[in-house]
């Protein structure tokens, strides 16, 4: 160890006299000086550091033909001033294959800044002002796998400005004013695998907006405005693997919502304010799924219990349970009929059934399978005898659906259907009597009074050949 140390240092000063050697190497000692005075942690004698660290330091301008020195691999210039990055900043920088930016108020990237940067492949430039990401921008980032863009202003992406960065893999938006996204956006990204398009204001995507991704498994709209999963859209994402859609305007989860989305292991819905419900068959065709978590959803009320499929789907042919987690936290839900069979339930690793107002009766006698842990979270709210007990301390004798309430329910029932019946009889009377039929039958009925016989005169009348004229 001390050994490799005592090379280190000897291999870094033989380096540094040859440094003093050269004019050309010394001009660079002189540029890597300017970055020193910037306030720049820079490296004491003796020390080789492969992460230059110039945050926090107050820079509100670069100066100009920056070398980087060969023996940095980081660069950082988080949370400084700078509003905006000229392409003549950096000459070279080789070596570097990270770079941040974050955390300052950049609006305007030069075509070229970063075309120095022949080996970059981490490039944040989150928490800026960029209000577009512009062709040019990116120019010479050909092995760029990260970019950050989260939290700026971004209203308008080019798709050309990613056909310079063909290998990059993650694509960070979060937190932007985009809106829409035009269908061709993506066009240049085959290999792009994660892609965080949190909070960007959208309502749909265009349809066929992934082809274009094959490779891409990981995916954020969460905190948007989608009133329909884009099923359509993400279908054409084959290994999308987990998929975030929480905080999204979801009202009812329908019947195939889901249907094509077969490779996705992973599902998020939390947080969805509008959520009443999810109908059968909503959550069939997830043939992957492994963690569903679907929690704190304030009105959710109700998920049937063939939401995951059921034998006669003709949406999948075997139902598409979690086999590994489920997540059911803090919904609105009273009662449950089981949407996973026992077996399905015993595979699951966690289960999380936790802060709904649960009415613990005989329909809820199916929680007695559930594990003790499962059980201990799982607290009634009614009826008034089993409030706040926990699920796990009752007995499946203890959970039974009240007799008289039965009764007064079946009497509610009754009492309405006379009440219908009396309704229908009326109307059918009123309309009866203005029908052909009504008239022959209130006409007979009228005839048979002895007074409303028919007048002589009045059927004379009739033959009046005078009255013809
Ligand atoms: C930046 O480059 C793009 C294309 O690469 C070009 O269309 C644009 O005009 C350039 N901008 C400037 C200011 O040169």
Redesign the pocket.
């Known amino acids: 160890m001390l050994l490799a140390l005592v090379l280190c240092l000897s291999v870094h000063l033989a380096y540094s006299i040859n440094n003093t050697a050269s004019p050309f190497l010394n001009s660079l000692h002189q540029r890597k000086q300017m970055l020193c005075e910037l306030g720049c942690k820079c490296p004491e004698t003796g020390q080789i550091l492969t992460f230059l660290d110039c945050s926090r330091r107050g820079i509100s301008n670069l100066p100009t033909s920056l070398l980087i020195d060969s023996t940095f691999n980081s660069l950082s210039f988080k949370s400084n001033h700078l509003e905006s990055l000229k392409v003549n900043t950096f000459t070279r920088a080789d070596e570097v294959q990270e770079l941040d930016f974050s955390l300052n108020m950049i609006a305007k990237i ?2 070229y800044t970063f075309a120095p940067f022949m080996s970059l492949v981490h490039l944040r430039l989150s928490h800026n002002r960029l209000s577009q990401v ?3 921008m990116l ?1 010479g980032l050909w092995n760029l796998r990260l970019l950050e863009l989260g939290h700026n202003f971004i209203e308008r992406i080019s798709f ?1 400005s990613f056909q310079v960065t063909p290998n990059l893999q993650e694509l960070r938006l979060q937190y932007n004013p985009l809106f829409n996204l035009p269908e061709n956006v993506f066009r240049y990204l085959h290999h792009l695998e994660k892609l965080d398009l949190k909070d960007t204001g959208l309502v749909l995507l265009p349809d066929n907006v992934f082809r274009p991704t094959p490779r891409l498994h990981w995916l954020s709209l969460a905190m948007n405005a989608f009133e329909n999963v884009p099923e359509e859209a993400l279908s054409h994402a084959p290994h999308l693997e987990i998929l975030d859609l929480s905080e999204n305007d979801f009202t009812i989860l329908v019947e195939g919502a889901f249907r094509r989305l077969s490779s996705v292991s992973v599902l998020y819905l939390n947080n969805l304010k509008k959520l009443t419900r999810i109908e059968r068959e909503a959550l069939a065709g997830l043939e992957k799924l492994k963690t569903f978590s679907c929690s704190y959803n304030p009105k959710l009320s109700y998920i049937d219990e063939n939401a995951f499929g059921s034998i006669h789907s003709n949406i999948s042919k075997p139902r598409t349970p979690p086999r590994e987690m489920l997540y059911l936290r803090q919904n609105a839900l009273r009662t449950l009929k089981s949407p996973l069979d026992a077996k399905s339930w015993s595979s699951l690793s966690f289960v999380d059934l936790a802060d709904n107002p649960w009415k613990c009766d005989c329909k809820l006698n199916w929680m007695m399978q559930l594990t003790k842990e499962t059980k201990v979270n799982i607290k009634c709210d009614t009826p008034l005898s089993l409030r706040s007990r926990t699920f796990d301390s009752i007995d499946s004798s203890e959970l039974h659906c009240n007799g008289n309430w039965a009764i007064a329910t079946f009497a509610l029932v009754v009492a309405c259907m006379v009440a219908f019946a009396a309704v229908m009889l009326a109307v059918s009377a009123v309309v009866c009597s203005r029908t052909p039929v009504g008239l022959y039958v209130r006409a007979k009925q009228q005839f048979s009074y002895d007074k409303v016989q028919p007048k002589t005169e009045t059927v004379d009348l009739e033959w009046d050949p005078s009255a013809d004229m």
């Open positions: 030069d075509n512009t062709p040019g120019n050309q």
